[in-house]
DNA sequence: CATTACCTGCAA
DNA sequence: TTGCAGGTAATG
């Protein structure tokens, strides 16, 4: 579900309401497996009594920087959510994780599929994880210039590429292929094949495409809620995500739905010509 | 590169 | 009942 607006948003909302305050115990857990490290006695002991400095987003990972040096980084995978619930509202089936807070509060991670993951992590650790993504797309150092030399060499196909969190950080199913048809590229592209002037064009879509995603909150196609457990609207802006058959904004030509690398993509097959040869 | 696995729920 | 879902890791 979550991709990096979406991300990005719930580490906004999460921030307003928790910056400061302390976690005062583990009230729930009952999906184990959510906390991959350390193991839970550890991850227990040192959770409770930590106090709250940050929220940040790395990639499509939300970091809850704590005292004494230590990071809960949260993966929200597909159907995640992060949601602040007062002490009267008691949790529903899905939710997996809960942090009392000492002013009653609780950060609940409700999670249908339960595929969402925890780790706390010291200094090195969060330097390890950061070290395992690309550039932040909407960050100083991702230049059209930088892009470029991403494509570079690369005989995968666009598409997939952009879903490479290693390459670019952040980019998912939705918003590669919203970019893609920004850019007027084919996703099933060689990467190397990109002309130069397209990759500026690319460079531009996948910002705009990521900047207006946040304008409007991310986008709620089932599960999503930010940390105040309300849905985002850019669903509504889509402009070929889950929208084969429609007629394309630009020329009218029905979008397609393909599957590339097992993921369903959608783009309009008369603006998004593969060059000949 | 493709397949499978991890999970649950929803719509066709 | 089947297929599909915003993600990722582990296998041939």
Redesign the pocket.
């Known amino acids: ?3 990096l607006p ?1 991300v990005e948003i719930a580490a906004r909302s999460l921030a307003a309401q928790v910056v400061g305050r302390r976690i005062t115990a583990l009230e729930k857990l009952d999906w184990e ?1 959510m906390v991959e490290t350390p193991g839970l006695p550890d991850f227990c002991a040192l959770i409770v009594g930590r106090e709250i400095a940050s929220v940040a987003r790395r ?2 990972w939300l970091l809850v920087a704590l005292d004494a040096g230590w990071t809960l980084a949260v ?1 929200l ?2 159907s995640g959510n992060l949601i602040v619930r007062g002490p009267e509202i008691w949790p529903d ?2 939710t997996h994780l809960v942090l009392g807070l000492d002013d009653g509060r609780r950060i609940c991670f409700d999670d ?4 969402g993951r925890v780790r706390l992590l010291d200094a090195a650790g969060l330097r390890l994880l950061d070290a395992a993504h690309g550039p932040e797309p909407l960050g100083d150092t991702f230049s059209a210039e930088a892009l470029g030399r991403i494509l570079a060499g690369r ?3 666009l598409k ?1 590429l952009l ?1 490479d ?1 290693t390459a670019i950080a952040g980019i ?3 918003y590669a292929s919203e970019a893609l048809w920004m850019a007027r590229l084919h996703p099933q592209i060689p990467a190397a094949a990109v002309p130069t002037a397209q990759v500026s064009a690319l460079h531009a879509a996948i910002r705009q495409v990521l900047a207006e995603a946040i304008a409007n909150q ?7 809620r930010n940390s105040y457990g309300e849905r985002g609207r850019n669903q509504d802006h889509f402009r070929v995500y889950d929208r084969a058959g429609d007629p394309c904004a630009r020329c009218s030509e029905p979008i397609m739905r393909v599957v590339i ?4 993509s959608f783009y309009c097959p008369n603006c998004q010509r593969m060059p000949v040869g």
């Open positions: 579900m979550p991709e979406e497996r990639a499509k993966h995978r597909m089936t899905h249908q599929r339960k595929f005989r995968t196909k997939p879903l969190q998912g199913n939705i991310g986008s709620s196609l089932r599960n999503y690398a097992q993921r369903s």
